[in-house]
């Protein structure tokens, strides 16, 4: 039986065999061997591994973070995306070069230096501690960390639909008598809204793995400042395998609720308004 | 009453402004706002990488980097790269081939999958691959008996880096692939070219940049990952600590200098990258998919 429609094309058993042995080998066995053990362990004793009060903390730490630094970065992103595609000033290259850094920057390199930066005696961590406040080594230093490695996110999705918006739209918006700000708000929001989501998602989803970038600067106390992917570290480390394993059978769930998400809003704004 | 002043270009009105712009005082400020905010959230971090390795001097900087540990992880990240690449970027091509030039079932499905590492946290891939091939495993305990250890070794890192790298050159060549339709190829056939030749003379030089960029992404990230190597390495020093992991060992010790020089130099690595993607971006814009367009 054929698979694919008779095609003049080569290459098919080729190409598809070489993606597929190397999806499994490298990606998909990987992941069965997690599942595997976590059935190994079955339900109750997954349930158990993490519910217990330091797992808890942590995987929730590492949730909250990611959705406060995905926010910001969802509001933020959408300005610089719009300042980046439709304003000119001098340096707009430069800068929209520049986005992508912490895409480029290794993790553990943002990591220390942002530690350096906002440890109380770093050049921001003294500005912050003069006004009581304390980043580096507490909670609010994960969420520098995340918003640092969720910035492109949300720019590089919206970005290219709002060069794709078509201005006439917005003009005749204008001539039907609708202010500026009503326009952006009930023209160009709902354009740019599945675009923005997706971005999120994506920052989101990131952020709740993010291991580099907040080891460092996170001060990793016990239920206070230690997140999820630290916690798994920590269990291999005491040869606590289920353990481990629990934790990351938990963030896979996370991640897959994640994928499922991104996926249903691009169908949803497929419908809707007909691209992504 | 006739004068020149009539006949010049009107200047740039004050008052009035497009329909579809914002206020002039809402754009400067919103410009403002985006400098201000990527000084503090980019450019800060990035000029003190370079102001922490230099600040003993740039002496004490390149004393560190000559150290034997920190010339074995520079070769130990250079080696995972040039392996890990290359796979990235076959498997790209078979994905890009498999997706863009045939029909089947399950191909929704399968490209699904192919990103599925974007989501998975890199510790998750790392313990996913200890559970795979570490010790007290089937297959680990099989292949130490081989003499060829997985975890805690070089095939270790490579898989990690692969697993984080693996939708990267997929990504981009997919697009492009979709875009350009297979005209071109067919028409290479029809006159009588073998696969391969029609692979090498025309689709090849179709997807160059775009394959290029790919590959552009998967090396920044390969020579950087962190997470995925961190949990399968075992930080051997010497032996399985690639520079990031060496970046770690360095600073726990608060050995503050040596760990931003070896920081400094992934920092300019990444810096080359962005110079070249950006090139790139604004060379070959037409090639590269088209959220890559500038």
């Known amino acids: ?276 | 009453m006739f004068d020149a002043a009539h006949l010049a270009p009107p200047r740039p009105a004050r008052r009035f402004r497009a329909a579809t712009e914002e206020p002039a005082a809402l754009r400067r400020g919103l410009i403002g706002l985006v400098f201000v905010l990527l000084a503090v959230l980019l450019f800060a971090p990035l000029v003190t990488v370079f102001g922490e390795a230099l600040s003993q001097g740039a002496g004490a900087a390149l004393t560190a980097l000559a150290e034997p540990e920190a010339h074995a992880a520079i070769r130990l990240t250079l080696l995972v790269t040039a392996l890990s690449v290359p796979l990235t970027a076959v498997f790209g091509l078979a994905a890009g081939w498999a997706i863009a030039r045939f029909d089947f079932p399950g191909k929704a499905v399968l490209i699904t999958l192919i990103d599925l590492p974007f989501s998975v946290s890199p510790v998750v891939a790392g313990l996913c691959l200890v559970l795979l091939f570490g010790a007290n495993t089937t297959l680990g305990d099989w292949l130490v008996g081989q003499g060829m250890p997985v975890v805690f070794a070089l095939p270790g890192i490579v898989l990690a880096t692969v697993f984080v790298t693996f939708p990267f050159v997929a990504r981009e060549i997919l697009p492009v692939m979709v875009e350009q339709g297979r005209a071109e190829e067919e028409a290479a056939l029809t006159l009588g070219a073998s696969g391969w030749r029609m692979f090498f003379t025309v689709t090849l030089p179709n997807i160059r940049w775009a394959l290029l960029y790919g590959v552009l992404l998967a090396t920044a990230r390969a020579m950087g990952e962190f997470g995925a190597v961190a949990v399968v390495s075992g930080k051997i020093r010497g032996v399985t600590a690639t520079v990031p992991i060496a970046i770690e060992m360095l600073y726990n010790e608060y050995l503050t200098v040596a760990a931003f020089s070896l920081a400094a130099l992934l920092a300019s690595l990444a810096l080359v990258t962005l110079a070249l993607k950006t090139a790139l971006e604004w060379r070959h814009a037409d090639a590269l998919s088209a959220n890559r367009r500038a």
Do not use: C, H
């Not at chain 1, 339900?43 to 158990?48: F, R, V």
């Not at chain 1, 909670?139 to 006439?168: K, M, N, Y």
């Not at chain 1, 481990?244 to 691009?266: D, H, K, P, R, Y």
């Open chain 1, 1 to 276: 039986m054929r698979i694919v429609a008779k095609s003049p094309m080569p290459g098919f058993a080729l190409s598809a065999g070489l993606v597929l042995s190397l999806l499994s080998l490298i990606v998909l066995l990987p992941i069965g061997a997690l599942l595997v053990r976590g059935a190994g362990m079955g339900l109750g004793d997954l349930a158990a591994a993490i519910s217990g009060e330091r797992v808890r903390s942590a995987l929730l730490l590492s949730f909250r973070s990611a959705l406060i630094a995905a926010a910001f970065n969802l509001v933020f992103g959408v300005v610089v995306a719009w300042v980046l595609v439709r304003y000119r000033f001098p340096g707009r290259r430069l800068i929209d070069a520049a986005i992508d850094l912490p895409f480029a920057l290794p993790t553990a390199v943002a990591g220390i230096a942002l530690t350096a930066l906002y440890a109380p005696n770093g050049v921001f961590g003294q500005i912050a501690a003069g006004a009581g406040l304390r980043i580096a080594y507490a909670p609010p230093g994960i969420l520098v960390a995340l918003v640092f490695v969720g910035l492109p996110f949300v720019v590089r999705t919206v970005q290219p639909v709002i060069a794709e918006i078509d201005r006439e739209v917005e003009e005749a918006s204008a001539t039907l008598g609708a202010s500026r700000l009503t326009t952006l708000r009930r023209v160009v929001a709902p354009v740019l809204m599945p675009a923005a989501l997706t971005g999120f998602a994506l920052a989101l989803a990131r952020g709740v793995g993010e291991y580099g970038s907040v080891i460092f600067i996170a001060g990793n106390l016990p239920m206070k400042t230690e997140i999820a992917p630290l916690l798994i570290v920590i269990r291999l480390e005491e040869f606590d395998i289920d353990g481990a394993a629990a934790i990351g059978i938990a963030m896979l769930g996370i991640s897959f609720a994640m994928l499922l998400l991104i996926n249903a809003v691009q169908v949803w704004s497929r419908r809707r308004i007909g691209y992504v």
